[in-house]
């Protein structure tokens, strides 16, 4: 299957990390796997070049010349499946969707609880717009329970939220009684 991420950039944060740790794990599973970025750069970029993932970039810097450009790289991906994070992405997701027609779309939401409603205007503008077009997302995952729920109040649809847990690298975060007693050791915390 062809599966594509799509995110503003591979910079520092829990969304970047656990689309990374998503689009590697697929990759394992034979999946043909590319990355959509706005922006270059970012520290999880040369994580994704070194698990020989490709990543495409927006390089213009003018609105019209960066939709078209999009619409030629998804067109040249057709992807199965585009899975979009954070709200920028997901709402560029939706306005290419009649480009890609027979593509899934599916919306990542990762800020639970972040009041949309007070703050900078750009902010509520952005807000607006996700609870309208996430109409036409095929499904959408928030990654705690939380989430689901303010999600199920603030979007237009209910029925396509569902929730996905952040993954862990268990190859790297496992537990390790000796490293554990050492390290507490080493901070000066007292045995129970």
Do not use: C
Request: positive net charge; without cysteine; hydrophobic residues 40%.
């Amino acid at each position: 299957m062809k599966i594509t991420f799509f995110i503003r950039q591979l910079n520092l944060g829990g969304a970047q990390r656990q689309l990374l740790n998503t689009a590697v794990h697929f990759k394992k599973k034979q999946h043909d796997i590319s990355i959509v970025t706005f922006y270059d750069g970012g520290i999880y970029d040369k994580i994704a070049r070194d698990e020989q993932i490709p990543i495409y970039r927006l390089y213009s810097k003018n609105s019209i010349l960066r939709y078209i450009q999009l619409i030629q790289i998804f067109r040249k991906i057709k992807p199965d499946v585009l899975i979009s994070y954070l709200a920028i992405a997901n709402l560029f997701s939706i306005i290419i969707k009649p480009f890609i027609k027979r593509t899934k779309i599916i919306w990542y939401l990762r800020n639970a609880g972040y009041d949309h409603t007070g703050g900078k205007i750009k902010n509520r503008i952005i807000f607006f717009f996700n609870s309208f077009l996430s109409l036409f997302a095929d499904h959408i995952l928030a990654n705690s329970n939380q989430g689901v729920q303010f999600y199920k109040k603030k979007l237009r649809v209910k029925n396509k939220i569902q929730l996905l847990h952040n993954s862990i690298d268990t190859n790297k975060f496992y537990f390790d009684q000796k490293k554990r007693v050492q390290y507490r050791d080493k901070i000066n915390i007292k045995k129970k």
